[in-house]
């Protein structure tokens, strides 16, 4: 599963759009039943509008109705090159998979011969969620 989903994000990130900073990251993301959606970072000129790979990955699934989430594989480096370290996802794409995803939704790191896996709970300990708000924390 880690692997398919690696391979994945690594053929997403060829379609980055990151002209500014010319780091290119895909993200895959699996739901509970299977299917897959992929993400890229897309920059702007005004550089704040710019949105990552792992948040265009969710609100691609999220507007397509998936709710339920499994996994996510994350591949990122400088564009037109091999990804050649890992790279973790940012604190505020950490904070939206709070938002969708329970404490063991797992993250995986991706590069061409090698992958990382962490539980979001380890990545994003004594989060603020949803459940918050619900009172049931
Ligand atoms: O996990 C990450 C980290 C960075 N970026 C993007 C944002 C920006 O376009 C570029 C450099 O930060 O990489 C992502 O998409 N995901
Ligand atoms: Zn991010």
Same mark, same amino acid.
């Given at each position: 599963? $880690?692997?398919?989903?690696?391979?994945?994000? *690594?053929?997403?990130?060829?379609?980055?759009?990151?002209?500014?900073?010319?780091?290119?990251?895909?993200?895959?993301? *699996?739901? $509970?039943?299977?299917?897959?959606?992929? !993400?890229?970072?897309?920059?702007?000129?005004?550089?704040?509008?710019?949105?990552? $790979?792992?948040?265009?990955?969710?609100?691609?699934?999220?507007?397509?109705?998936?709710?339920?989430?499994?996994?996510?594989?994350?591949? !990122? !480096?400088?564009?037109?090159?091999?990804?050649?370290?890992?790279? $973790?996802?940012?604190?505020?794409?950490?904070?939206?998979?709070?938002?969708?995803?329970?404490?063991?939704?797992?993250?995986?790191?991706?590069?061409?011969?090698?992958?990382?896996?962490?539980? *979001?709970?380890?990545?994003?300990?004594?989060?603020?969620?949803?459940?918050? *708000?619900?009172?049931?924390?």
């Amino acid at each position: 599963m $880690a692997r398919r989903l690696a391979e994945a994000a *690594l053929q997403a990130r060829e379609n980055a759009y990151c002209p500014y900073s010319g780091f290119a990251v895909g993200a895959a993301l *699996l739901t $509970a039943d299977g299917k897959l959606y992929t !993400g890229v970072n897309v920059e702007n000129a005004a550089f704040g509008p710019t949105n990552c $790979a792992e948040r265009t990955a969710f609100f691609t699934a999220v507007a397509a109705g998936e709710r339920d989430f499994t996994a996510i594989a994350i591949a !990122g !480096g400088k564009a037109n090159e091999a990804a050649k370290d890992f790279c $973790a996802p940012c604190g505020v794409c950490r904070q939206v998979m709070r938002e969708f995803c329970r404490d063991d939704f797992q993250i995986i790191l991706a590069k061409p011969d090698a992958v990382r896996v962490f539980a *979001l709970k380890e990545l994003l300990p004594e989060s603020f969620s949803p459940d918050n *708000l619900n009172g049931q924390e």
